[in-house]
């Protein structure tokens, strides 16, 4: 093989593998599940994590999507069924995650935003900030662990 081939062939290859999509760049991109949660009011520390709630939230480059329902063997029909869902677009600055909270079931929490420390660790993210909604009287510090949804 002529030299000039030899480069443009290892060239080629090192292009291919230099370039990182967007998602192999950022850990946090994913379909999570959340595994636990806590509440801290005041100085009163609790669990709101609920093992018949199954509960995922999608990250992509640009927008997060979050979504539970009930899991327990009762028979409701989709009117009666708990379901909760919102999403929006987020910033990740660092270890600084932002939700922009756009769309919610209950229209009170929409167009607020919710700022988090997140923490990666191999398939987990541990995120901790506080919950403020002025007009609904919340006040809160939440800590919610997920574990990364394998495909």
Same mark, same amino acid.
């Given at each position: ?27 946090? $991109?994913? #379909?999570?599940? +959340? ?12 669990? *709101? /994590?609920?093992? @018949? ?42 270890? $600084?995650? #932002?939700?922009? +909270? ?12 919710? *700022? /988090?420390?997140? @923490? ?32």
């Amino acid at each position: 093989m002529k030299l000039k081939t030899k480069l443009m062939l290892m060239l080629s290859f090192s292009a291919m593998f230099a370039c990182k999509s967007k998602e192999e760049s950022l850990p946090i $991109i994913g #379909t999570w599940q +959340l595994v636990s949660a806590e509440t801290i009011e005041k100085d009163t520390s609790f669990s *709101t /994590f609920n093992s @018949k709630v199954k509960m995922i939230k999608i990250i992509n480059p640009t927008h997060f999507a979050f979504m539970s329902h009930d899991i327990s063997a009762q028979k409701d029909s989709a009117s009666t069924a708990p379901f909760i869902a919102g999403g929006g677009e987020y910033t990740l600055v660092d270890s $600084i995650y #932002t939700e922009n +909270l756009e769309y919610f079931v209950d229209k009170n929490w929409e167009n607020n935003k919710f *700022t /988090f420390t997140v @923490k990666i660790q191999n398939d987990t993210l541990i995120q901790k900030g506080v919950e403020k909604v002025e007009k609904l009287g919340v006040d809160r510090v939440i800590i919610e662990k997920y574990i990364k949804v394998k495909k």
